[in-house]
Structure formats: structure tokens, C-alpha cells
């Protein structure tokens, strides 16, 4: 089992950055694919972004494509959700997810493939 706590949400003018950060408990984080979610009021969560476990593949929600970029560091237990040029239909609560898997290369899409969940870190953009 892992326990994930996100960090970097916060309040920021459009046009700007917030760099997320999601810390793994457990000597076994290279197991883990990881995934970022977002969930703004009234919507349902929403894919943001994915990294397999090696960091090779990669993968974004086409409406953050060029914006943001995911990255892990194995050796910190900790993946970052890099976020430039924000816009105010950024603003949701972020979560961070894993998974478990035997694929070093994959990473994983859908958000009911992936158990373990943070609490949730708040990013607001004002225009």
C-alpha cells in the first residue's frame, strides 16, 4: 500500500505557474504508475496527466497538452505536475494516483484503474 500527499496548489493569475508535488510513502514507488486528476465544482474528475513507471511514457488531456509536464524522481519517491500559462478553467482540486503494475512502460489512463488517492490540493486561476 502506498500514501500519497500532494503540495504546490494555490492561488495564481492566469498566465502563471504552480509546480505540484505528490510524496510517496514506501520503499516501492517504482512499482507504482502515477496519475494526476483534477475535479472543479459541479464536474465530474477529470484525467490530467500520466507517467508510467519508469518515466518513459507520458501522457496529457489534450486540454493541458504544451502546458503541463508530468515527471517523477524514483530515487525521491515523488512525482510533480509542472503547470505554465494556467487559465482560469485550470482551477480544480488536483489529486494524485497510483497504481500498481507490472508494465514498466505504460502509463495509466482511466481513474478507476488507480486505488490509492491523495487528499487533494487546491489550484485556483484568477483571470
Known amino acids: 500500500q502506498v500514501q500519497l500527499v500532494e503540495s504546490g496548489g494555490g492561488l495564481v493569475q492566469a498566465g502563471g505557474s504552480l509546480r505540484l508535488s505528490c510524496a510517496a510513502s514506501?520503499?516501492?514507488?517504482?512499482?507504482?504508475?502515477m496519475g494526476w486528476f483534477r475535479q472543479a465544482p459541479g464536474k465530474e474528475r477529470e484525467f490530467v496527466s500520466g507517467?508510467?513507471?519508469?518515466?518513459?511514457?507520458?501522457g496529457y488531456a489534450d486540454s493541458v497538452k504544451g502546458r503541463f509536464t508530468i515527471a517523477r524522481d524514483n530515487a525521491k519517491n515523488t512525482v510533480f505536475l509542472q503547470m505554465n500559462s494556467l487559465k482560469p478553467e485550470d482551477t480544480a482540486i488536483y489529486y494524485c494516483?497510483?497504481?500498481?503494475?507490472?508494465?514498466?512502460?505504460?502509463?495509466?489512463?482511466?481513474?478507476?484503474?488507480?486505488?490509492?488517492w491523495g487528499q487533494g490540493t487546491q489550484v485556483t486561476v484568477s483571470s
Open positions: 514506501g520503499r516501492t514507488f517504482n512499482n507504482y504508475a
Open positions: 507517467v508510467s513507471r519508469n518515466g518513459g511514457d507520458r
Open positions: 494516483a497510483a497504481r500498481n503494475t507490472p508494465s514498466m512502460t505504460t502509463y495509466v489512463f482511466a481513474s478507476s484503474n488507480y486505488p490509492y
